[in-house]
């Protein structure tokens, strides 16, 4: 048992309702209670610290801060609680489509052929276009093409990453995939650790000091993406 709130993140669908077990429709304020044994991943409530790590487990866009207790375990990247209530709650769709925008250009800097580097700059000003209502579904499909394409052309590891960044930013389902500004968010975000990964890596002389290092700037760029992701949360719910 906990005797302090423990404060986690943690995304619904985008009709609001859980995902698993009665579906109950979720509101601000509400405690949610499960009397079962927990097992992480099956039986509980579940959130993580980080918000780069609930991204991953995200079913659609509902963004929530929710504070956790009663029984809790602890496990890698989140937690399983019997208790969870919801502090805050905002669609983020647009904030996770602007992230993955965010985490491609991070790593754009690794694509050395000027026409990928402006395959995968169209890609993310395209999707920022579409975002805004100034861009139809076929352009942007049409910029995610040949982002991929250049991704598929690029002979380094890490310009490959790089664009596929791109590509994964700009990507985008039919309205009906409630799960498309997720999915978008943490495609580009493992694609720009990919690509931070893949360029430490090639700057190393030893294959011992290129996996250390590329299993490093990963992990920082991880870090750097939840800093840059809270801080947009934060502000779109107005909480800590």
């Known amino acids: 048992m906990i005797n302090r709130p423990v404060l986690g993140w943690h995304f619904l669908n985008g009709d609001g309702r859980l995902a698993y077990g009665n579906r109950q429709h979720v509101r601000v304020g509400e405690w949610l209670y499960v009397g079962e044994p927990l097992r992480i991943c099956e039986v509980g409530l579940h959130a993580s610290s980080r918000l780069i790590d609930a991204l991953n487990y995200a079913p659609g866009p509902i963004l929530c801060r929710v504070e956790l207790a009663g029984e809790l375990i602890e496990q890698d990247d989140k937690f399983c609680a019997s208790q969870r209530r919801v502090i805050a709650m905002a669609d983020a769709s647009a904030l996770l489509h602007e992230f993955a925008c965010l985490a491609a250009e991070s790593v754009l800097h690794n694509i050395k052929n000027p026409a990928h580097l402006a395959a995968a700059r169209a890609a993310i000003d395209t999707k920022r276009l579409w975002v805004a209502d100034q861009a139809s579904n076929a352009q942007l499909s049409a910029a995610w093409s040949a982002a991929g394409s250049a991704a598929a052309w690029s002979a380094e590891a890490a310009e490959a990453a790089a664009a596929a960044a791109a590509r994964s930013a700009a990507w985008s389902a039919r309205a009906a995939a409630a799960r498309a500004a997720a999915w978008s968010a943490e495609a580009a975000a493992a694609a720009a650790a990919a690509a931070a990964a893949r360029s ?41």
């Open 200 to 240: 430490a890596g090639s700057a190393g002389s030893a294959a011992a000091a290129r996996s250390a290092g590329s299993a490093g700037s990963a992990e920082a760029a991880r870090s750097s993406q939840d800093a840059t992701l809270t801080r947009m949360a934060k502000d779109l719910l107005g909480c800590e």
